[in-house]
């Protein structure tokens, strides 16, 4: 018979999540997010001048609106750098760390036994520029699916058999 | 043509969204043409667009799929332009389910939907021949054999929550045996209905107790000539001899006060009354295994809330509940057990008043209390300077109508408004928000004007997340936000520091 035992636990001895090494992603990620803004913001004039022939509006209604978008997309592009600096992840031996975002930052934790599926994906941006985004599924309602964007082929293939495997290893121990 | 082609064209020319899909653009481009002669070519184009698209997308989408199981795992791959690779441990498998509709009978095939806890549609629903179906049935079958055998084995040691006998040397928990509660049985009176149909929404309700006010006030004051409180104010701003353009604005202003005033007060009028209507009579029975509802007036609806099911329990308490002392019960249950995906995975009574026995069902004990986190003074501070900016921005405009004389300078006091209700909210954020780890259970506390309590038993988190915010980085201040199977949690505004270490206690608990 196993000897019971409930040692109490310092939680400054834990290990500190604060205290990983983040990996970045790669270069030609930040290229891709350029991309994708410019899309974004070249969809959106698109439509703004549609709507501004349809429904015939005052030149001054046109010019406020430009403006506006104007600043914001300034504001979103030099915004890109920071945020691609930002996001990062770091694989632990129990779960993989996340983070993104730069107006509101999350460092999102995700331990191995929450994960339900893994993915591998690559829209056209990254198919034109070469690189690789792997989803991980948790089975949190509302968090749904996070993205470490902006991998090589080979890493997030790693990454995916990694986090598999150890799915394996906690439903065999 | 294969035959999973043809299936696969049918169903995706007759599917129900795409037909509403083309209806209500064609409706819509009537409506924007107003019975003007429509183009031709528009028409024509927003039709094959919605067409090719309805068709167009579940072929790529299916003879782009490939689907192999290899090592336990399900992988899929699918996409042309936008390449997609999934992998699922078939362990992770939830749900598998067959359709069969009039074309799959017609051409001899079987829908397959596969579903894990991972969203809340399904993952992948494929059409298969009988053989093909059978094949991939039989492979996860296997898998799940050989995992239930590993389950089983498991279970063969006694469950934490039924201890067979107390270890020696262990301090005694304060926790009863479910086995040992009888059924508990919890009946609703009217007056019961009626109080919790009024409470569940504090705004609704303070109003039609105001209006209740009103009506006696009113009653009051008809004995005295020129009486109406409408007519007072009128009097009132003429007498401060405003322009007519103000008065317009103070006399539209009190048409739409009373026309919000009136849909409120029916809302909540008729709101009580369908509850009271809803849940006649209603009977809760708390067994150690379940929660069962019997309610209802004119159907008789009996509702089973199975422990396994129920990922969190929590009380949420607004101002008017927290008068008369009540509480409303939310039990969050686990989406992806549930058969209909578009059900509500809230259960919620209002009105509930014996917090214990709940407490008591969900195995918790709140002495149990460890250690915890409160929300700091930063997130009221902040609260207060919206609310300044908002009191500076209305006292200008008030001043610069002022300065034009157009209004008095009594009409100051309505720029203090924003500043009240800004810090109002933000003190009761700053006083509910909280996170406390007990033995078994993360407990939180959150919420601006009612306040909600939350139990959360470690197996049901998720994901741990820490937001900080731009303007949260001066003050070293985040959010901690817990994910679980039913709801995500977030409490605003703790010590980053010390969030960091809860968040490194809670990874531990998790995986030990």
Redesign the interface.
Known sequence: MNTFSNQQIDPRSLPDAEAIEYQGVLPVYYKGLVASTLLSWGGIAIMSTIASLLLDWPWVAILISVGLCLVLAIGNFMLLGAAYRYRCYAIREHDIHIRQGIIRGVQATIPYKRIQQVSITQGLIARRLGYHNLAIWTSSTNAGEMYIKGLERTEAERIKAYILAQIRSDEQA | MSRQALVVMLCGLLNIRSLITTGLFLVSILVWSKGAETNGWVLGGAIGLVLVQSILRPIVRYFSLRYWVEG??LHLAHGW?????????L??IHSLSTESNMWYQATDMVGLKID?????GV?LELILTQAEYDTLYQVIAQEERI?LE?ASQEEATPPLEEPSSQ?S??EAVDIASPSAVEPKIISYQLWDLIRAGLTGNHIKGIWLIAYVVYKGFEEIRSLLPESTITRQIIQYSKSLGHSPQVMQWVEDGIAIAIGLFVVLLASAVIQTGIYVWQYWQAEVEISPKRIVLSRGLSTRIKQVIRRKQAVSISFKTNILESLVGTKTLQVDLA??SLSDKDES?KFRLRGWQDEASILDWWQVSPREIQ?GLRSRWYIWRLHLLIGLAGALALGAFVAWLTYRGELTWHWQLLSTLPLVLCGGYGWSLYRHGSVRLTARHLHITQGGWARQETWIPYES??????????WQRGTNTCSL?I??????YRIPALGR?EA??L???L??I??V
């Open positions: 336990g795992l332009l936008s390449k997609h690779k999934l992998t699922i441990p362990s992770r894990t806890k991972a969203t809340e993952e995992y590993h270890p040397g262990m989406r992806s995975n250690r988190v998720g994901m741990i997340s820490l937001r900080q915010a731009i936000e994910s679980t199977l039913g709801s995500t520091g960091s270490e968040r490194n206690v990874l531990y998790i995986e």
